[in-house]
């Protein structure tokens, strides 16, 4: 049972490149998410998507797109990285219960650099 | 005013030492409360969740919280080396509500 997987685990970027960032769950979980982590800032949700085929911004949203390409797989893309854009990024799943506590499962985090 | 607050740290302790970890919020919609353990190059992972005010005990980690005071606790009793980690607060209103707010973390280390 691998969980929550991520690809790739380390890049390195260019200002102005794109890149996509993948995620992938098999918990059979609705809500799946994007974090960045930078020092100081702690984790901001940068996307979430609730359930298949919606898609809702989070905190910090500008510069990103997100694809939830089907149940399990949720990626996350930067048309034109900026240096700002530096940081760990970490993809999360949950059920999505209507009611009570939700756990959000974590991946192992990608860690980008744009230079 | 953020709207979770946790002192960054860091914390060093020697083995065998009670911890307390620490988070104040101001958004009184807040319902569930969790305490994340983040190992050095790896991804959070949940540790305790509690429901509304009170405490909830699992092995050496307790969880409090105080909601009239908008603070809440983690104890960690007989600390090990193995504890050494980043602890993160995280809450939710819950409900149709399914973001988290995180606090920033506090570094731990345990010194044998």
């Known amino acids: 049972n691998a969980g929550v997987t991520q690809t790739p685990k380390f890049q390195v970027l260019k200002t102005g490149q794109s890149m996509t960032l993948q995620c992938a769950q098999d918990m059979n979980h609705n809500s799946m998410y994007w974090y960045r982590q930078d020092p100081g800032m702690g984790l901001r949700l940068i996307y979430y998507s609730a359930s298949e085929g919606t898609t809702d911004k989070g905190e910090v949203p500008n510069g990103y797109n997100v694809s939830r390409l089907n149940k399990r797989e949720f990626s996350l893309r930067l048309e034109s990285a900026a240096p700002s854009q530096t940081s760990v990024y970490f993809c999360?799943?949950?059920?999505?219960?209507?009611?009570?506590?939700?756990?959000?499962?974590f991946g192992p985090g990608t860690r980008l650099t744009v230079l | 005013q953020k709207e979770v607050e946790q002192d960054p740290g860091p914390l060093s302790v020697p083995e065998g030492a009670i911890v307390s970890l620490n988070c104040t919020y101001s958004?009184?919609?807040?319902?569930?409360f969790m305490w994340y353990r983040q190992y050095s190059r790896k991804g959070p992972e949940l540790l305790m969740y509690t429901y509304s005010s009170g405490n909830k005990e699992d092995g050496r980690f307790t969880a409090q919280v105080d909601k009239s005071s908008k603070y809440i606790s983690l104890f960690i009793r007989d600390s090990q080396p193995s504890d050494s980690a980043t602890y993160l607060c995280?809450?939710?209103?819950?409900?149709?509500?399914?973001?988290?707010?995180f606090g920033k973390g506090t570094l731990l280390t345990v010194n044998p």
């Open positions: 995280a809450m939710t209103r819950g409900g149709s509500n399914y973001k988290l707010t």
């Open positions: 999360a799943s949950s059920y999505g219960h209507s009611k009570s506590t939700d756990t959000q499962y």
């Open positions: 958004n009184s919609a807040f319902q569930y």
